[in-house]
């Protein structure tokens, strides 16, 4: 018994695939304090894997899939996880947002039932609740704090407006297989009667199981009923359990994680393209500590070059050590307009590959080495705009954002992702400090 738990035993164990890069190091920092030792990777890996990932225990994998059309995002979700098969894991997991930011026809139940069928499943749980970012799940029903997904703010997105609160129905509009419900009453009965309730689903034909969650203690019970599954959906909140639940399982060691201080010394950037109600009050209230400049939208639109040469003249008038801070950040009347006047697709294309741009020129050219970057598809944009392939994660800034540090990049930047809806008011300035 003792020898066959040994050999379930294997590093890396798990493979996780996000949907966006702040959802992927928010799963990582996540994962670490969990007990994993984890490496984040940016965009679908490739290559043969050689020893570097003997030590540890989760490959956290980034894609900028929330997005796209879904047969892409469906394309380099299987690639990667045709990869970390190669790489020898044992368990997957499909990472996306705690608000389940999707449309009606995906990408997350698209993604997921082909994960399923790649990985020969018939049966996965979707769980989103993150109770310590005030994201929880009653009767299948997604609140943030104190309001339901449709009235949080959530419902002014610019890519993926939430409107539809009831998971159960949204994620059936998105799938081909049918939906269920794992109640609040039942988790709290035991982890046992989940497995039940599970596995009486599944006699029903009922493959897509999304589980309610209000506390960490509802979260620890899901992930001790599903760390039998192969493959496992959701946020970040459930994946905090699922160390521990695999270690008593007896299918993963214990093993020593830590997450250093990057030590990168250089001049700090702000970038921020999240619109969320959370982003703009971080952009106002750190505008008395740094140099700002506010993306001129039409502007950039008209001739993105022209403006890149303004703002690089502006940043060489700052003051030598000032903090920069580049954003688009807008309010739901701003963007609302914009997007009527240039399409919200093109105009959002059209700020990320800005904002890249902005990163890339002031690393080379103005000694930039700590960023701090708001919103999942502008952090997405912007990393890959710089080359940045791998991080180390760090210690954690507020709940689900951590520092990190890149990995084989030259030269070495400390960087700090941050989710939209994360974070305080004062959360640039706090990650900055960290740094100091
Ligand atoms: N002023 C603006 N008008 C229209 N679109 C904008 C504006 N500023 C930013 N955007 C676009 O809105 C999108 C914001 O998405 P992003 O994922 O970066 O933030 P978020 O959704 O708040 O964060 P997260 O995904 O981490 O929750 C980006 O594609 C960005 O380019
Ligand atoms: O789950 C969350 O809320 C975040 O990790 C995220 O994915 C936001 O983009």
């Known amino acids: 018994m003792i020898e066959s738990k040994k050999l379930n035993t294997r590093t890396p164990f798990l493979g996780c695939i996000a949907d966006d890069v702040t959802g992927a190091t928010d799963l990582a920092i996540n994962l670490v304090q969990g007990g994993m030792r984890v490496v984040q990777m940016l965009g679908v890996p490739s290559g043969e894997a050689a020893d570097q990932f003997r030590d540890v225990d989760a490959i956290v994998v980034a894609l900028k899939t929330r997005s796209i059309p879904k047969e892409n995002a469906i394309d380099q979700s299987i690639k990667s996880a045709r990869w970390l098969q190669r790489v020898g894991v044992d368990r997957f997991f499909f990472k996306y947002c705690s608000t389940f930011d999707s449309t009606n026809h995906g990408n997350i139940g698209p993604v997921a039932e082909a994960l399923m069928e790649e990985l020969n499943v018939s049966q996965t749980i979707f769980c989103p609740a993150f109770p310590r970012a005030g994201r929880t799940v009653y009767r299948g029903h997604l609140f943030v704090g104190d309001q339901l997904l449709n009235e949080s703010g959530m419902q002014n997105h610019p890519l993926n407006p939430m409107t539809d609160p009831n998971l159960v129905r949204f994620l059936t509009k998105q799938s081909t297989k049918n939906v269920g419900l794992l109640s609040a009453d039942t988790i709290r009965t035991s982890s046992d009667a989940c497995s039940d309730r599970l596995a009486n689903l599944s006699c029903d034909g009922v493959s897509l199981v999304i589980a309610d969650a209000g506390n960490d203690s509802d979260l620890a019970t899901v992930a001790d009923a599903v760390a039998p599954m192969r493959l496992v959906t959701g946020g970040s909140g459930l994946a905090r359990f699922l160390p521990q639940a695999y270690r008593t399982a007896g299918d993963l060691k214990s093993s020593e994680s830590t997450a250093e201080m990057p030590k990168v010394s250089g001049r700090s950037l702000i970038l921020a393209g999240s619109c969320s109600i959370a982003t703009n009050a971080q952009v106002q209230a750190m505008q008395p500590n740094c140099s700002t400049w506010f993306i001129d939208v039409p502007a950039i639109v008209a001739d993105s070059q022209s403006e890149l040469d303004r703002l690089k003249a502006w940043a060489m008038a700052t003051e030598r050590d000032a903090t920069l801070m580049v954003a688009s950040t807008s309010t739901p009347d701003v963007v609302a307009k914009l997007q009527k006047q240039f399409g919200a697709e093109s105009v959002a294309t059209k700020i990320e590959s800005f904002l890249g ?68 008011e004062n959360f640039f300035l706090l990650a900055l400090e960290m740094l100091s």
């Open 357 to 424: 741009a902005v990163a890339k020129m002031l690393v080379a050219q103005m000694n930039v080495r700590q960023l701090v970057l708001a919103g999942g598809e502008t952090s997405g944009a912007i990393v890959g705009a710089l080359g940045v392939h791998s991080l180390r994660i760090g210690p954690e800034i507020c709940v689900g954002v951590p520092w990190t540090e890149t990995i084989g990049h030259e030269p070495a930047l400390a960087l700090a992702l941050k989710s939209g809806n994360f974070g305080s």
